[in-house]
């Protein structure tokens, strides 16, 4: 099911949520998938732990599974958070940037706050960043081909004319070339004097 959204620039829109979704979901597999390949080089390669967002400066236990699962749940709440926007504010766009990054933000310095080597911070912090703006760019692609203009009427009640599918904008009918005047296709009109009943020819 879709739902109406008030456009805000060109003409009354709404949400395709089985699309938004599907990208939500495709999102967070992603996510996954990166912070499971993120754990690997950090433990394997740099031989670090991963910091818990906690003062308490504990290391993240079975961090290859609990890490993936935790961005894709991220992912998914901030799909639940975009399509929310959509149908609600006027920059759905601007406005969930802003709320990622934020939180993003927060994350990282609840890491960098607890306790524990600066090591295990840095490689930290630059793992969930780089799963925080993986999720962000990736639904702001898929809320970009979410919507599409209102084929009932929306909330302006304006029928959906098919130039967005047609690709081409509404275009006025070219004026008939010669042009005729107002008497049809005669191209001169004159009294006859010598007529009967003072008709036109």
Do not use: C
């Not at 958070?81 to 709320?99: D, E, K, N, Y």
């Not at 840095?122 to 809320?143: E, N, R």
């Not at 081909?145 to 006025?172: F, I, K, L, M, Q």
């Amino acid at each position: 099911m879709s739902y109406p959204q008030r456009s805000w620039d060109d003409g009354d829109v709404e949400v395709v949520s089985k699309r938004l979704w599907a990208g939500g979901v495709a999102t967070a597999l992603v996510a996954a998938g990166i912070a499971f390949v993120g754990v690997l080089i950090i433990n394997s390669i740099f031989e670090v732990g991963i910091q818990a967002a906690g003062r308490s400066g504990a290391l993240v236990d079975n961090a290859s599974t609990v890490i993936p699962i935790a961005a894709g749940i991220a992912a998914l709440a901030s799909t639940a958070l975009l399509h929310l926007l959509l149908m609600t504010t006027p920059r759905p766009a601007s406005f969930f940037s802003a709320i990622a990054v934020l939180v993003i933000v927060v994350l990282i310095l609840q890491v960098f706050l607890a306790d524990g080597s600066i090591s295990a911070h840095i490689a930290t912090g630059i793992l969930y960043a780089a799963i925080g703006i993986a999720i962000v760019s990736m639904l702001s692609g898929v809320s970009a081909t979410s919507v599409r203009p209102a084929t009932h009427g929306g909330w302006g009640g304006r029928e959906y004319d098919g130039r967005y599918d047609a690709g081409y904008g509404t275009h006025d009918p070219q004026p008939q070339y010669p042009p005729q005047n107002y008497y049809g296709d005669q191209r001169t009109q004159r009294y006859d004097p010598r007529g009967q009943r003072d008709q036109w020819r």
